[in-house]
């Protein structure tokens, strides 16, 4: 019998909904064959090679269908939402794998008695778990842009920070227990008390399946937002550092450099801008019209091209701030800004963006149907190296791409400086060497690779340069939880 129905044979007999597929590498249907990584394009399917694919039900299954891959030499590939920007899905593989897709597993399992704590099922999508709180006017305060399309095991498994980080804290900090089937299909729960819970969040699949996650949640609150002008990205930074320190913390703080307040909207109606900026304006968020192919294909130093184009029309980076309303210090923040050269443009900012944030997805499809490519890196930075990354990446990607910055997610020690870049299709080995640059770059500025995107199989041959001589702690987990090394090949390590 062929190896593939052998091994479907087997899971079939498990799978109470024989809810099972194999498809030829190059039929994968869309929704499993793209994940939202850049990674559709450096994917190169071996198109003879058969792909089996699950959806298990339960937790039962997940154990069994892990023990069957264990038995018959099968690597696990584990996917939520498919969201994850280090790459989700199998790629050169030379033995046989099944995709695990967790969404089947969803849903409210249990609340205590005053609702300040949730279990979901690992599968179930952030925005639905956020139409379930908001029954009781209760949210989990973690709001990443992907809400609608990433699952809460996929928070757990990359620790993803939502947009309001700085107040609810990451998907570590709102955690307090998970349930994980390992590589040998045993059934463990840890709570946070427990050592290998911190093994466990962040560990990207490697480790085994997460089943159920256990979640605080928080009344909802009213919200004060102001956007401000600040004269430039170091001021900016001076005072964005400022705000991250002072009590009561803000729930969102943002710095976006010129032409990312820009293209994201941000300034929209602010300082009508000159025909020059329009037209260049028209083209970036656009990208409908044939400018940006052309002149993205020279190479040239775009970046510094559209920002003096900018600075001539005073367009500066622009700080989005929000608080708790009650909470809000208001003339003392006022003042602060006013002190750093910062001018108030309202609410309306904030208002605009908050309401964009989550259709980012539709804009990376605009820019792939023009032919173009956009990736993101978001490296977590110490506090006094952030200008130096800022300035440093830039210059790796200024004769490569159009360059977009943000710096968000503040922390006592750091924060994450994130860059969109925007460029035509290169080689896959360019494509390699500029995240290679990049990732060498921040590695001399004592900065993680990745803030909250995850590591994947895109940046997880960098590990080395962020650990070091510590990966080795990450290689004894892999030993104890996946004795077989069956879970996520290719991923982190
Ligand atoms: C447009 C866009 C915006 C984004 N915005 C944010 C943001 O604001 N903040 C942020 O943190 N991230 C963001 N991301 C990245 C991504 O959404 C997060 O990494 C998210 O946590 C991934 O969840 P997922 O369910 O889609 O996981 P997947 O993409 O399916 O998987 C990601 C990794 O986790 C593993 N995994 C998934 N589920 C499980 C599980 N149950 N058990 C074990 N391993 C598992 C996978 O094997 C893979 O290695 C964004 C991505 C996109 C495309």
Redesign the pocket.
């Known amino acids: 019998m062929p190896f593939i129905s052998n091994v479907t044979n087997k899971m079939e007999g498990v799978l109470k909904e024989k809810n099972l597929h194999v498809w030829k590498a190059d039929g994968l249907p869309y929704h499993i064959l793209r ?3 850049s990674s559709f394009w450096w994917f190169e399917p071996d198109v003879e090679s058969e792909i089996l694919y699950t959806a298990p039900r339960n937790e039962t299954e997940v154990a069994q269908i892990i023990r069957i891959a264990g038995q018959l030499g099968v690597k696990v ?12 899905l199998p790629y050169e593989s030379d033995v046989p794998y099944v995709i695990m897709d ?1 969404k089947g ?1 969803d849903g409210l399992l249990k609340e205590n008695e005053k609702c300040s704590l949730a279990s979901f099922g ?2 179930t ?2 925005i639905e778990a956020e139409r379930i709180m908001a029954r009781q006017r209760r949210t989990l305060g973690n ?5 609608a ?15 309001f980080s700085t107040y609810y804290g ?2 570590s900090d709102l955690l307090t227990s998970v349930r ?1 089937v390992d590589g040998r299909g045993d059934i463990h729960e840890f709570s946070r008390t427990d050592s290998d819970f911190h093994l466990i969040v962040g ?9 159920a996650v256990e979640l605080l949640t928080f009344p909802q609150e009213r919200f004060w937002f102001r956007a401000f002008k600040v004269p430039d990205m170091y001021e900016g930074l001076e005072v964005f550092r400022y705000l991250t320190e002072l009590c009561p913390a803000p729930v969102l703080l943002r710095l976006h450099d010129p032409l990312d307040s820009l293209v994201s909207g941000i300034l929209e109606g602010i300082n009508p801008p000159s025909s020059m900026v329009s037209g260049l304006l028209a083209g970036l968020s656009g990208f409908r019209n044939t400018l940006m192919p052309l002149m993205l294909s020279g190479g040239k130093l775009l970046t510094s091209w559209a920002e003096n184009i900018l600075s001539g029309d005073n367009i500066s980076p622009v700080i989005l701030l929000g608080y708790v309303a009650d909470e809000m210090p208001a003339d003392t923040i006022e003042d602060i800004l006013r002190d750093h050269g910062a001018v108030s443009l309202g609410p309306a900012p904030v208002l605009r963006w908050l309401g964009r ?2 259709d ?2 539709s ?2 499809s605009v820019y792939s149907s023009a032919g173009l490519m956009i990736d ?1 890196a978001e490296f977590s930075v110490p506090w006094k190296f952030i200008n130096q990354v800022y300035e440093d990446i830039r210059d790796v990607l200024a004769s490569r791409a159009l360059t977009l910055v943000h710096i968000s997610h503040p922390d006592i020690s750091g924060a994450s400086v994130y860059f969109t870049f925007v460029f035509k299709p290169f080689s896959r080995e360019e494509y390699d060497l500029l995240w290679s640059d990049m990732a060498q770059t921040v590695s001399r500025y004592s900065a993680a690779i990745s ?4 590591m ?2 895109l940046k997880g041959r960098f590990i080395h340069l962020e650990h070091g001589p510590g990966v080795i702690h990450i290689r004894n987990a892999k030993s104890r939880f996946d004795p077989l090394n069956i ?2 090949p290719g ?2 390590l």
């Not at 709001?143 to 809400?147: I, K, Q, R, T, V």
């Open positions: 994940d939202a990584s590939i584990v996917r939520g939402g498919g969201s994850g920007l280090g790459g989700v967790l597993i690992a599968g999508l952030g709001l990443p842009m992907s809400l399309f990433s699952t809460l095991g996929g928070w757990a498994a990359t620790d993803a920070a939502g947009h990451r998907t994980l560990s990207e699949g490697i480790l085994g399946v997460i089943t944030r989550h980012m997805a804009e990376v993101t803030h909250h995107h995850g994947g199989r879970m996520n991923v982190l």
